[in-house]
């Protein structure tokens, strides 16, 4: 038994997440509910595990902070894999990620969310608990934008769990802890690389908040997302993250640079053997953005409710509209393309010569052994589609810097 079988074990059983604990049977966490398999793991069977995810050059970091986060592809799964520290010794999280490019379309979302990508500046927030398709759906808005608009699209990550082909817009993604050692920097950096759109996979702290308030109020449209219930929550939560002296300004300027709100949960439908979003949205109209600047939040509700005719949902109006919708989209019977299997080109190094280029927050990395020279009748470089993802032996060579406390 390798975590490998295991993986290969969740994705044939339609698993979502992998759970590994120390004197416990595996779970996995199927159409939305966990069920064990096998017999219990024992603690040092999964020690040897972490040991080889994560190698010896990053295992100081984790027994310094007791957790480690990254991304990788086993059995032609991505998975996003966060090793920790509990009671009973170090376990595993693994989300199993999808392959297909995500679209509102796919994940059978109401097409009124595309609107949301047709502004060019402000805020977006997707909201929802851990596991609700919050990184889908943002990725979906994404791809959006990238079917339809030429513009220059920087994710900030961590870890990248969709791999973006860039179609009619340009590109570039960066996984905090090894394209860059936190949000806070992309985001310094992000305004320095002429973005129209920046997306932040998460705003964890009042830092992150900040500047990505700011990256909104200075010409761009930026997406994020935050963990809350309700659209009106989301708003509460970004303005209570800061100290009470300044929340009066915070309010202000994301009242100013708020476009929408879209907070979801996945219910499953027997009756079609998927996991559906069900999805409150909230749009900024004059009368939220005073709500939101007033800080009276609990008046959201109701403006969602009679907002109907501007284009808000609210959960049992979005819920109706799933009850009559005839044409879904099923993953499962959908042929995957070439270009989804097509394997993604190794990420080279950093010249270990050039100065300029060190990395401040760790070692570098080797340089790549050089290419064999390709057939006459192969295809020009870049006649293939593009794809900015490390291979599986790059992670293995991520190193993450601690937090400073």
């Known amino acids: 038994m390798d975590l490998d079988s295991l993986v290969a074990l969740a994705q044939s059983n339609g698993a979502s997440d992998l759970h590994l604990e120390p004197g416990l049977p595996a779970a996995l966490r199927i159409r939305g509910a966990l069920r064990t398999m096998g017999d219990p793991i024992p603690a040092q069977t999964l020690l040897d595990f972490a040991q080889q995810a994560i190698g010896p050059e990053q295992w100081p970091q984790f027994l310094e902070r007791r957790s480690h986060d990254f991304s990788k592809t086993i059995h032609g799964v991505r998975c996003r894999i966060n090793v920790l520290q509990s009671s009973r010794g170090i376990g595993f999280a693994v989300r199993m990620l999808t392959s297909f490019q995500a679209t509102i379309e796919k994940l059978n979302l109401h097409p009124d969310l595309k609107k949301f990508v047709a502004h060019t500046t402000g805020l977006i927030l ?98 994020a997302t935050v963990h809350s219930s309700t659209c009106a929550e989301a708003l509460q939560r970004v303005v209570g993250a800061f100290p009470s002296e300044i929340q009066s300004g915070i309010a202000a300027q994301l009242a100013d640079a708020i476009v929408g709100v879209v907070s979801q949960r996945l219910r499953f439908r027997p009756d079609l053997s998927i996991r559906v979003p069900e999805c409150e949205i909230l749009l900024a109209s004059n009368a939220v953005k005073n709500f939101i600047r007033t800080r009276e939040f609990f008046r959201i509700i109701s403006a969602i409710e009679t907002g109907g005719e501007h284009g808000m949902w609210t959960f049992n109006r979005y819920r109706n509209w799933l009850e009559n919708r005839t044409s879904w989209s099923r993953l499962d019977q959908e042929p995957e393309t070439d270009e989804a299997d097509a394997k993604p080109p190794t990420v080279p190094s950093l010249p270990s010569d050039t100065s300029i280029l060190k990395n401040p927050w760790g070692p570098q990395r080797k340089p790549a052994a050089p290419a064999p020279s390709a057939p006459a009748n192969a295809p020009k470089p870049g006649a293939g589609r593009i794809e900015i993802e490390p291979t599986e032996s790059e992670f293995g060579k991520i190193l993450k810097t601690p937090e400073k406390k």
Do not use: C, W
């Open 126 to 223: 997707v909201s929802g608990p851990t596991g609700s398709g919050k990184s889908s759906t943002l990725a979906a808005l994404l791809e959006e934008i990238n079917l339809t608009e030429p513009r220059h699209i920087i994710t900030i990550e961590s870890p990248i769990e969709y791999t973006f082909r860039p179609r009619k817009s340009y590109i570039r993604q960066r996984e905090v802890g090894r394209d860059t050692p936190s949000f806070e920097q992309a985001l310094l950096d992000s305004l320095r690389e002429d973005p129209d759109v920046l997306m932040v996979g998460e705003m964890r702290d009042p830092e992150t908040m900040r500047l990505t308030l700011s990256a909104a109020e200075t010409g761009h449209l930026v997406l």
